[in-house]
């Protein structure tokens, strides 16, 4: 089966200094993973994804995240936060639903991060 | 209209009422997708449309009944409905069949409210 932990329920940082959300995942095979956004109100948004052809993914706004299959890792960075970087982060990993051709997304709890003035 | 939107945004409804949410997609995709998004709970997948063939019925109550016309088109159906069935309710949809990754794109969601 597959699965995703995020280990953070919530992280705040100051603007302009790092982010780091962290992602562990389960898997029997090598996965498809995912980082989605969803700010207050709104659907959930892309940020980038891991489909085996390089470990270091850059996404969109700046955020990238690196696949580490030894520690099961998926961890999403940014170098420098911003205000509008506000919202709820999701680790989603992708598997195939048996029944058909379709896949099927499982996603994290969820991190909230906090971006302080 | 691009991308996935969704009618309404916001629904309050009492418990013996029916009423539909309605999704529509306007990216070429061939699966669509309902999921379920709780407070303190993760987003829980509902249903899933490959070809406009249900292809997974995530044990959800029957007072949800889905339909899919057609590929572009995706409607939820409500009836009788309880207060914890108050949620976010997200429709997607992607590309199938794929060899990589397939990501979904989400509409804004309907908030519905159940009193």
């Known amino acids: 089966a597959q699965s995703v932990t995020q280990l953070d329920s919530h992280v705040s940082v100051s603007e302009g200094t790092p982010v780091l959300l962290r992602c562990n995942y389960s898997?029997?095979?090598?996965?498809?993973l995912f980082w989605y956004v969803q700010h207050p109100n709104k659907g959930l948004q892309l940020l980038l994804k891991?489909?085996?052809?390089?470990?270091l993914v850059k996404g969109i706004n700046g955020f990238e995240a690196e696949f580490k299959k030894s520690e099961t890792s998926f961890h999403l960075t940014k170098p420098s936060a911003h205000m509008s970087d506000a919202a709820e982060y999701f680790c989603v990993v992708s598997h195939l639903i048996s029944s058909g051709s379709a896949r099927q997304l499982t996603f994290g709890s969820g991190t909230q991060l906090t971006v302080l003035p | 209209e691009t991308g996935v939107t969704q009618t309404p945004r916001h629904l309050v409804m009492g418990m013996t009422n029916k009423k539909s949410l309605k999704c529509e997609q306007h990216l070429g995709h061939n699966a669509m997708y309902w999921y379920k998004q709780s407070a303190k709970k993760p987003l829980e997948l509902m249903f899933v449309y490959s070809l406009e063939e249900r292809v997974e019925n995530n044990s959800v109550p029957s007072r949800f009944s889905p339909e899919c016309p057609n590929s572009s088109h995706l409607f939820l159906h409500l009836h009788t409905l309880q207060p914890e069935d108050s949620a976010l309710y997200l429709c997607?949809?992607?590309?199938?069949?794929?060899?990589?990754?397939?990501?979904?794109?989400f509409g804004p969601g309907t908030r519905l409210t159940v009193t």
């Open positions: 898997s029997s095979y090598s996965p498809s």
């Open positions: 891991y489909t085996s052809a390089a470990t």
């Open positions: 997607a949809s992607s590309q199938v069949p794929t060899r990589g990754a397939d990501e979904q794109y």
